[in-house]
């Protein structure tokens, strides 16, 4: 079968997602169980002065995809079937790469200050067709489908941050990088913020989602504190609520 994913473009220039003959996969029965770096217990990157280098990285990034999109379109131009292959082996192999966001701050979350306001269509052909690969596949096809999905929600905030899709986004990034495809929990807690942030009222768990990465993965109990609260006076579901205030009753107690 060929590969699902030939490459994705850079979000700066608009996400272009490259398929050659291959539909979503069945739905997922068990996501590939295959080591990943942890993404607990980091220091915010903030404390750190890594702008210009974390820069130089998705420039790298970008630049190293873009070449080999060029070398695969020459080659398929050029009918050199051997070279082809090897290029889309290698763009394959370059999406299975973990690729964690060293400074959230550089290039990857928009700020809280975003604002629903408008039915765009295309935003939510975008949205519509991230959902139909996330989650889907099994292994590589399972990684792969989920970078796919990521890519094509990014470009929905890259290209229309005022849909009335951006709420929506954000949850199913969080979602995506809480899970085991990505692990990294700093990431998914601050879009789960920024999903509530930008639409009140949408995906009442997101707070309590947010407070517990905070509180479990990120050892970040103050933030957590501050979410459970948030949970117990905005959410409207009791589980959630009775889940809040136990856990406050917790942590407070320690202090």
Not at 132 to 142: I, M, N, P
Request: charged share 30%; net charge positive; proline share 5%.
């Amino acid at each position: 079968m060929r590969m699902l994913l030939l490459g994705l473009a850079g979000l700066s220039a608009g996400t272009v997602v490259w398929t050659v003959g291959a539909q979503p996969s069945k739905p997922l029965t068990e996501p590939s169980k295959g080591p990943l770096p942890p993404g607990d217990n980091l220091p915010p990157a903030a404390a750190t002065n890594d702008v210009q280098a974390v820069e130089r990285c998705l420039a790298a990034r970008k630049e190293y995809e873009s070449s080999l999109k060029a070398l695969y379109e020459h080659y398929a131009k050029a009918g050199d079937k051997q070279r082809l292959a090897w290029a889309e082996r290698e763009l394959m192999a370059y999406h299975l790469v973990w690729k964690p966001s060293y400074n959230l701050d550089v290039k990857d979350v928009p700020p809280p200050t975003l604002e629903a306001r408008v039915n765009v269509r295309e935003a939510n052909e975008l949205y519509k067709t991230a959902m139909e690969y996330k989650g889907k596949g099994l292994g590589d096809d399972y990684v792969l489908n989920m970078r796919r999905s990521e890519l094509l929600l990014r470009e929905v905030l890259e290209k229309y941050p005022n849909s009335d899709k951006i709420g929506d986004v954000a949850y199913q990034l969080a979602d995506i990088y809480e899970g085991r495809a990505y692990k990294q929990y700093d990431r998914a807690a601050k879009y789960y913020e920024r999903s509530f942030q930008w639409v009140k009222g949408s995906r009442t768990d997101a707070r309590l989602r947010a407070a517990t990465l905070y509180d479990r993965q990120l050892n970040e109990r103050t933030k957590a504190v501050d979410l459970y609260r948030a949970v117990v006076e905005h959410d409207t579901n009791p589980e959630h609520i009775k889940q809040a205030e136990k856990r406050v009753g917790e942590l407070t107690g320690r202090k």
